[in-house]
């Protein structure tokens, strides 16, 4: 049973283009988490969806940043006109559709840099 | 903002067990406590959970004293690969959110 599955695993973006990544669940799961991670800080949680559904974008900026989990697909975290600011870890997690005390799995994150 | 309070930093000899210590003195009763851990850059680690009673699997043990203001997660015999920052962190469970605080970061020894 592969885990969470993030790509790139690295990228590379100048200022002013867009970042694109994707994040595959474990099988059977329907619930994604997006994370960033800033340098030398610890992990903020960005948003939460199910399929087709966001259920919980409180902690995503603003501007620029958006995010889908399509009925098909992975899920994709996008990031327009990215600024240096943007450069972080970007994780993503994954669970089942359950209620209770249930774990949360991380990928391996998407490393973005922008110069 | 984070729920729990950790010390920012411990020490433990390979070997010898870890007792990491944390405090959330304001957790509801339908509430859990998680610990997962962050190696390095990696993604992070689930290692358990609880809501009331003690719990242990392969990794570790989790006590959570009687009136669940406080907890202790026990690696019973760390090794340099356990050399990591762990984070307390209280949620209602199912879908809920994780929020991470500054963690505690544990340094094993040979």
């Known amino acids: 049973n592969a885990g969470v599955m993030q790509n790139p695993r690295h990228l590379v973006r100048r200022r002013g283009q867009e970042a694109r990544l994707r994040c595959s669940p474990m099988?059977?799961?329907?619930?994604v988490y997006w994370y960033r991670q800033l340098p030398e800080e610890g992990l903020k949680f960005m948003v939460y969806?199910?399929?087709?559904?966001?259920?919980?974008e409180s902690g995503m900026p603003k501007e620029r940043f958006s995010a889908e989990f399509p009925k098909e697909g992975p899920s994709i975290l996008r990031i327009q006109q990215v600024v240096r600011g943007d450069s972080a870890a970007y994780f993503c997690?994954?669970?089942?559709?359950?209620?209770?005390?249930?774990?949360?799995?991380f990928g391996p994150g998407t490393r973005l840099t922008v110069t | 903002d984070a729920k729990t309070t950790q010390p920012p930093s411990m020490d433990c000899a390979e070997g010898r067990a870890a007792n990491l210590p944390c405090n959330h003195s304001?957790?509801?009763?339908?509430?859990?406590v998680y610990w997962y851990r962050q190696i390095h850059s990696q993604g992070p680690q689930y290692i358990i959970h609880?809501?009331?009673n003690n719990e242990t699997n392969e990794m570790a043990s989790l006590i959570i004293t009687e009136d669940r203001k406080s907890s202790t997660l026990i690696l019973p015999h760390a090794t340099l690969r356990d050399t990591a920052v762990y984070y307390c962190?209280?949620?209602?469970?199912?879908?809920?959110?994780?929020?991470f605080g500054t963690g505690t970061r544990l340094q094993v020894f040979p």
């Open positions: 962190i209280v949620r209602v469970g199912g879908t809920d959110k994780l929020i």
């Open positions: 997690a994954s669970s089942p559709p359950a209620t209770g005390g249930y774990e949360q799995y």
């Open positions: 099988k059977g799961h329907s619930h």
């Open positions: 609880g809501l009331k």
């Open positions: 304001t957790i509801s009763g339908n509430e859990y």
């Open positions: 969806l199910q399929k087709e559904n966001i259920i919980d």
